[in-house]
């Protein structure tokens, strides 16, 4: 199966796989072995029934010697759960009094609906603006302060975020990710991955020096200041997990975790929409008549709108962003549906056979917001939509990341009519494979002020 994986590329391999052989299922990369879950019943009984055994992080080759184990997105065992339950609880209550997440992120979304007007109905590719719209929310957090969208920096940071992930997922950085022991000793841009990451850790390490040199105890700003306060505390606890490794490391997690995926979804967002007007007019009727013109829309109208919540959960699950998820492990040896899985061995839990389960969605390769809306109209969550995995491990930021959705797309769509001048066709919209993670098609579009 070793060389399958690799001709006709991991997920849609891994899928293939599953319906050939079932829903668990082992394949080796090279001599690694790896277990993939395919469909809603088997993931949801590992991830969930069997939560405890399946909470470790996986392997992740092409990363794992740059993280080593540390931050919140790649430790396991006490250090993660340190740091994971300190970050929800950063993340919930952040401000201690000052601007909550909603209002930076109410704040980011009217700054990209002056950025967009200045665009004066011209049409261009929204990619780099959402990138820089969805990283200065995290960065608001994390780091205290947005990016004005020309500032250098930004860019800087940003065309590094996307040099890791081109190299990543290339051809080169899926072999490193299966052939480790090969692919190490081979020349090829796979090993520009660290080099990347190290010029991201070096911008992040000038933004903690500045905040421990102007820290207040008292007066927390952002995420690095909550850590440093934090790591004071626990300064005469030689066993601490709280210290300066973890603080990057955790940084840097969360501004991939908080730009990425989310503007991913933003822009499948648009280019279904443009594919289909008719549900962009019955979003725009749904938001006028519930928010109106004369104000900003809040978190707050969301259970006063299912037409749009159901179409922002369709278009996660339809777009399938990280469809083989981020490698689990098993934490002992453990039965699963009468086989034996060693402890430390690698699990795939696969998203996309999840998102696309036929048991679970009437249309799985069709974009329909009735997924998601029962016979009256109302929402109506289904268990089997877990575009940020489910379990111990769910995506940290999945809060945030369901705000950001709601809030920038209702507040665009509140001001903007989407046009485009390229008739699409079901097959455009469609994710396209690049690698580990599926991109809409390049395409460009214009803002009609409304």
Request: net charge positive.
């Amino acid at each position: 199966m070793n060389g399958d994986v690799g001709n006709i590329g991991a997920p849609n391999a891994m899928q293939h796989f599953g319906k050939k052989y079932g829903p668990v299922y082992t394949i080796y990369f090279g001599p690694r072995r790896v277990v993939v879950l395919c469909g809603y019943q088997a993931v949801k009984e590992a991830l969930i029934d069997q939560a405890d055994e399946f909470s470790n992080r996986g392997n992740q080759s092409n990363i794992d010697s740059f993280f080593q184990g540390f931050g919140v997105l790649f430790s396991n065992g006490e250090r993660w759960k340190q740091l994971r339950r300190f970050s929800l609880t950063t993340l919930r209550n952040f401000g201690m009094g000052k601007r909550s997440i909603e209002e930076r992120i109410l704040e980011e979304a009217q700054c990209l609906v002056a950025e967009l007007r200045s665009y004066k109905g011209k049409s261009f590719d929204p990619t780099t603006i959402l990138v820089q719209c969805v990283s200065n929310v995290i960065s608001s957090i994390v780091f205290g302060s947005r990016f004005e969208y020309n500032n250098k920096k930004l860019q800087t940071l940003l065309s590094l975020f996307a040099a890791t992930f081109n190299d990543m997922s290339s051809k080169w950085g899926q072999l490193y990710e299966m052939l480790p022991m090969v692919m190490k000793y081979i020349p090829g841009p796979h090993h520009r991955i660290n080099k990347h990451l190290n010029k991201l850790l070096e911008f992040v390490s000038k933004r903690v020096k500045n905040n421990e040199e102007t820290l207040d105890s008292d007066s927390p700003r952002d995420y690095i200041d909550c850590f440093l306060i934090k790591m004071q505390q626990e300064k005469q606890n030689p066993m601490t997990d709280f210290h300066m490794k973890n603080l990057l490391m955790t940084v840097l997690n969360l501004f991939f975790g908080g730009t990425e995926t989310v503007s991913t979804t933003l822009r499948h967002g648009f280019l279904i929409l443009l594919k289909y007007p008719e549900i962009e007019a019955k979003l725009h009727e749904e938001i006028d008549h519930v928010i109106g013109q004369n104000r900003s829309p809040t978190i707050e109208d969301r259970s006063q709108m299912p037409y749009t919540d159901a179409v922002i959960h369709e278009i996660q699950r339809f777009s399938d962003v990280f469809p083989m998820n981020v490698p689990h492990s098993v934490t002992q040896d453990t039965k699963f549906r009468g086989y034996d899985i060693p402890k430390g061995t690698d699990v795939y839990p696969l998203l996309c056979t999840v998102l696309r389960d036929p048991k679970q969605f009437a249309t799985p390769n069709k974009f329909n917001p009735n997924h998601f809306l029962d016979e009256h109209g109302h929402f109506k969550n289904n268990e089997a939509s877990m575009p940020f995995s489910t379990g111990k491990r769910i995506c940290l930021g999945e809060g945030l990341a369901r705000m950001e959705l709601f809030l920038f797309l209702t507040t665009i769509l509140q001001n903007f009519k989407l046009s485009s001048k390229t008739q699409f066709t079901e097959s455009d919209i469609s994710p396209k494979m690049n690698g580990f993670t599926n991109y809409p098609v390049p395409y460009q579009l214009s803002f009609i002020p409304r």
